[in-house]
């Protein structure tokens, strides 16, 4: 990590508490991370804490992945905020949708680490 700034801050979004510790055991040496457990959490914590960047689950219960996605976008406040989904849905289809709802990156679990750092790191530098 660079000593130019305060370190960048990530929201990461799952419903399953095992996949937000393996997150955040990747990330946290480098970045400050924040978790939310579902999609109306994400979106409260998103506007109230404007993270550099969000990981997102797409198989969540109540509000989906895109759902959470489509309504950030539209969200002046949060629609800058890059999004890259973390999921095990592994369709082409399933990809396209993300991107097209204004992703900037698809990431399947589980999780490779450096794949993970890698994406992360070129999304906020």
Known sequence: MS????????LAVDDAPE???????ILVPEYTVMAAI????????????MPDLILLDVMM??????????QLKSNAETSAIP???LTAMDKA???????E???VDYVM?????????????KQLT
């Open 3 to 10: 000593d130019e700034g305060p370190r960048k801050t990530i």
């Open 19 to 25: 996949n937000l510790d393996v997150v955040k055991s």
């Open 38 to 49: 579902n999609g109306a959490m994400a979106l409260k914590i998103a506007q109230a804490r």
């Open 61 to 70: 219960p109540e509000m989906d992945g895109y759902e959470v996605c489509r």
């Open 83 to 85: 999004v890259i989904f």
């Open 93 to 99: 289809t399933d990809e396209a949708k993300g991107l």
């Open 101 to 103: 709802l204004g992703a």
């Open 109 to 121: 679990k589980p999780v490779d680490p450096a794949l993970l750092r890698e994406c992360v790191r």
